[in-house]
């Protein structure tokens, strides 16, 4: 009788053992503070889509707010293994991921669903998957492309004169071709920065959603907004380590994989459904929305659509696949 007990003790010791070592851990990191629209509409529903078709096989650990590492650092941190999985804005690391511009070309699309579904298809099984994401080492789990981005201004803005030499935040990459277009001057920063850039005077405005500008509790020290515009938008990734997703069982890897094809799409349904109530709550806090004059709108669609070229050429001109990509997402943009 002692021996069949030892014997099913050693059994259970070796099943938790077993299980334990077949759990997965990984570390989650980003820059977002806690609430931030962007961290609840993309990071927080991947995780617990992940966690309800997986139970406790994984534990996903968040770490948010710059815990782990600054935006322009989570490129490299999640290269290294320091982070598992790690928000990627492709605008802070141009030189790694310039052909990722691709989503934050102005005029190419009219919603946060078109630009995500050609931007989604590319980083996930295309070209950018190929040419971009491959080479630097990752793989793109969640992806999504932001609702056409508008101009703040402390300054009033009553056309398009109204933007010369204005000194305005970009996340760089494709936004500074734009503001260039305009006149404007293009203040590279993290969007972390805007707020104290704007109080001091450093900066007269920048290039943002309107969701981006409620988040960072910019109304009082703008007071004016372009709408109707098209300067562009914003890539977010959420991406892992070819090496350590090659590590991760197959259940995992489908789980997780099945989970951001799904907040892809439905986040960007989000972002384009929360526009109206975003201009409202910008109007109640003081912001002035401009229409722009009919004419200085035609002229400034008409520079906004020579970029995409001109990004294009500057590209394949370095040696990369500059006009494949462009060609690539217009060809993927769905029509509605």
């Not at 889509?49 to 710059?66: C, H, M």
């Not at 080479?135 to 932001?146: D, K």
């Not at 002035?288 to 008409?302: C, F, R, S, T």
Request: glycine fraction near 10%; proline fraction near 5%.
């Amino acid at each position: 009788m002692l021996r069949l007990v030892s014997a099913l003790l050693l059994l259970a010791t070796s099943a938790l053992t077993a299980q334990a070592e077949d759990r997965v851990t990984l570390r989650v990191a980003d820059v977002y503070p806690v609430g931030h629209y962007i961290a609840e509409a993309l990071v927080k529903p991947w995780m617990a889509q992940v966690k309800a078709k997986l139970g406790d096989r994984i534990d996903l650990q968040y770490f948010p707010a710059e815990q782990l590492g600054k935006g322009r650092e989570l490129l490299k941190f999640t290269q290294s293994g320091v982070v598992d999985i790690g928000l990627v804005i492709p605008a802070f690391v141009p030189h790694q991921l310039p052909l990722s511009a691709v989503g934050e070309l102005p005029g190419a699309f009219a919603s946060a669903c078109q630009g995500s579904a050609a931007f989604w298809s590319l980083a996930h099984d295309g070209i950018l998957a190929e040419k971009e994401f491959a080479p630097a080492g990752v793989r793109v789990l969640i992806a999504t492309v932001l609702p056409p981005y508008q101009i703040f201004s402390r300054r009033p803005l009553a056309g398009l004169a109204s933007f010369e030499g204005q000194k305005l935040y970009s996340t760089g990459g494709a936004k500074d071709l734009t503001l260039r277009k305009l006149g404007a001057v293009p203040t590279r920063m993290t969007t972390a920065e805007v707020y104290q850039s704007l109080s001091r005077g450093t900066v007269d405005g920048g290039v943002m959603s309107y969701a981006t500008a409620l988040a960072y509790r910019l109304p009082g020290i703008v007071r004016y907004a372009t709408t109707e515009e098209n300067f562009g938008s914003g890539v977010i990734t959420y991406v892992i380590s070819q090496e350590r997703w090659g590590k991760l069982p197959p259940d995992v890897q489908k789980a997780m994989s099945e989970a951001g094809e799904a907040v892809t799409k439905e986040a960007c349904i989000n972002f384009d459904h929360g526009v109206e109530a975003d201009i409202a709550t910008l109007k109640k806090d003081g912001v002035e929305m401009v229409h722009l004059p009919q004419g200085d709108h035609d002229k400034i669609a008409k520079e906004m659509a020579t970029i995409g070229d001109e990004w294009a050429a500057e590209l394949d001109g370095r040696g990369k696949p500059g006009k494949a990509v462009l060609g690539a997402f217009r060809a993927t943009l769905p029509t509605h």
